[in-house]
């Protein structure tokens, strides 16, 4: 066992003396500081936007038939972790007993019933299902058994193309392993992050890389149709030296995908917290443009060995087989029914987010209520513009299916924005198809706010 591995828990000390690193320590030795907020566009309009006065506009579409053709995703959010991650900005309970988690899961399979008997959701089959926290596999063989089944009862997931899954790497046995696979995960994503220790520690995670080996070893035994790792580019201590090996670990392992974000400091991760204590204004993470370059290192790196790129943030072991049903089918504006405390779904065009408090969260539910909290009713352009940026995070979209579909073409409707991304070397247009290339998409998120609505632009995104 090495040091690292030896002391799983940081104190709050140890993480102050982190931000006292000095800058050049940190990778700040190039423009672009990593200050605090979120960069990543995960939806539009952003959800400061979304209120409780809205509410009522999920029950209108709750009321009504869906359109025949509209793809439906199912969503059950898991908030329970081993421990809290320091770059992490979720409500995660991390003090939670078995029965507190078993009221928790009764609650939401009572939230999956209510939803069953609205005229939009009755008898409709789920497309994909998606398990996302917090942390899914921190439940027991037997809570997850005991879930499924009652969600199966619901919904039927008999015509189901994807049911993805997001995993710690220490909360995986080779049962559970099983028992995931038994109840028809297809696409199991391993959290892991980072394979050094000393990084994992620093950062404040609770698995260790021989925890990651181990369960991408179970993983790869018992034949899950997808494996994916996802790594965190630029994380507390972090060098270039380490990031190449990460790299070069996770292309041994050979995953069927890779998903790489870039470390971002959201407001309320315990990292912003001791930057405050600090009086610190940049977090102690490499730059965005040290961080774009270990990404496109990594990008490379991939493609060396065979991986392809199919996103700003994923390369692809077989474009022909692995495919992200979950991803696609959202960003293509279908129907996300998600349940669970702070989940974020999608239903005939409004947007809604449930009680970000697991207390109100159960209040609602017991008194046969929707928990849901503020929501946000979209109109066509908006839409449109919201297919239409995350779409542009594949690197590349069709102006033709905005035409057929919304009956409003990108290349005119953003004439200027476009031309400025062109013009920047960001963009290029070629009849029907719009590309961004790599060091576009190294930034994506942050060029897509050009093409927000005035009123949404330089809007915090949490
Ligand atoms: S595992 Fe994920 S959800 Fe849980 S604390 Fe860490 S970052 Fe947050």
């Known amino acids: 066992m090495s040091a690292s591995e030896s002391s799983s828990t940081l104190s709050k000390s140890n993480v102050i003396d982190q931000l006292r690193v000095p800058l050049e320590k940190s990778g700040d030795t190039k423009g672009e500081k990593t200050e605090v907020g979120n960069y990543f566009v995960a939806n539009y309009p952003p959800f400061s936007f979304w209120k409780p006065d809205h509410r009522e506009d999920v029950f209108d579409v709750l009321a009504q038939p869906a359109p025949e053709d509209r793809n439906l995703g199912v969503y059950f959010h898991i908030p329970f972790c081993r421990k809290r991650c320091h770059f992490c900005y979720f409500r995660v309970y991390t003090d939670k007993n078995a029965s507190e988690i078993n009221a928790y899961l009764d609650a939401g399979i009572k939230e999956f019933q209510r939803y069953g008997e609205q005229a939009y959701l009755q008898g409709r089959k789920p497309q994909f299902v998606y398990f996302g926290g917090g942390t899914p596999s921190y439940l027991s063989v037997k809570q997850l058994r005991s879930l499924t089944n009652a969600m199966k009862d619901v919904f039927l997931w008999d015509e189901t193309e994807e049911v993805a899954f997001e995993a710690e790497p220490g909360t995986l046995t080779e049962k559970k392993l099983e028992a995931l696979r038994d109840i028809g995960v297809t696409r199991l994503s391993l959290g892991i992050e980072n394979f050094d220790d000393h990084i994992l520690e620093v950062n404040g995670r609770a698995h260790r890389s021989k925890e990651a080996y181990r369960a991408l070893g179970f993983a790869k035994e018992?034949?899950?149709?997808?494996?994916?790792?996802?790594?965190?580019?630029?994380?507390?201590?972090?060098?270039?030296?380490?990031?190449?090996?990460?790299?070069?670990?996770?292309?041994?392992?050979?995953?069927?995908?890779?998903?790489?974000?870039?470390?971002?400091?959201?407001?309320?991760?315990?990292?912003?917290?001791?930057?405050?204590?600090?009086?610190?204004?940049?977090?102690?993470?490499?730059?965005?443009?040290?961080?774009?370059?270990?990404?496109?290192?990594?990008?490379?790196?991939?493609?060396?060995?065979?991986?392809?790129?199919?996103?700003?943030?994923?390369?692809?072991?077989?474009?022909?087989?692995?495919?992200?049903?979950?991803?696609?089918?959202?960003?293509?504006?279908?129907?996300?029914?998600?349940?669970?405390?702070?989940?974020?779904?999608?239903?005939?065009?409004?947007?809604?987010?449930?009680?970000?408090?697991?207390?109100?969260?159960?209040?609602?539910?017991?008194?046969?209520?929707?928990?849901?909290?503020?929501?946000?009713?979209?109109?066509?352009?908006?839409?449109?513009?919201?297919?239409?940026?995350?779409?542009?995070?594949?690197?590349?979209?069709?102006?033709?299916?905005?035409?057929?579909?919304?009956?409003?073409?990108?290349?005119?409707?953003?004439?200027?924005?476009?031309?400025?991304?062109?013009?920047?070397?960001?963009?290029?247009?070629?009849?029907?198809?719009?590309?961004?290339?790599?060091?576009?998409?190294?930034?994506?998120?942050?060029?897509?706010?050009?093409?927000?609505?005035?009123?949404?632009?330089?809007?915090?995104?949490?």
Request: proline share 5%.
């Open 222 to 462: 018992l034949g899950f149709d997808q494996v994916n790792i996802d790594l965190i580019a630029g994380m507390m201590d972090e060098t270039e030296d380490n990031w190449r090996r990460c790299v070069d670990t996770a292309i041994e392992q050979g995953p069927d995908c890779v998903t790489i974000y870039q470390m971002e400091i959201p407001y309320n991760t315990t990292i912003f917290k001791e930057m405050k204590e600090t009086g610190r204004v940049s977090a102690p993470v490499a730059t965005w443009e040290q961080k774009r370059e270990w990404v496109d290192w990594a990008f490379n790196r991939f493609e060396e060995a065979g991986y392809s790129v199919s996103s700003a943030y994923t390369v692809v072991k077989n474009p022909e087989t692995t495919k992200f049903v979950y991803r696609d089918s959202l960003w293509e504006g279908a129907d996300l029914l998600s349940a669970g405390v702070a989940s974020f779904g999608h239903l005939g065009g409004v947007h809604y987010q449930n009680q970000a408090d697991v207390g109100p969260y159960m209040t609602a539910l017991e008194q046969d209520d929707l928990p849901i909290f503020r929501a946000y009713p979209t109109n066509h352009e908006e839409r449109f513009l919201r297919e239409f940026v995350l779409q542009l995070k594949l690197g590349y979209t069709r102006p033709s299916y905005f035409v057929e579909k919304y009956g409003e073409n990108p290349l005119e409707r953003f004439s200027d924005e476009l031309g400025k991304l062109v013009d920047d070397g960001f963009a290029s247009i070629d009849e029907d198809q719009i590309t961004i290339p790599r060091h576009g998409m190294l930034q994506i998120d942050r060029l897509l706010h050009g093409f927000f609505l005035p009123q949404h632009r330089d809007a915090r995104y949490t």
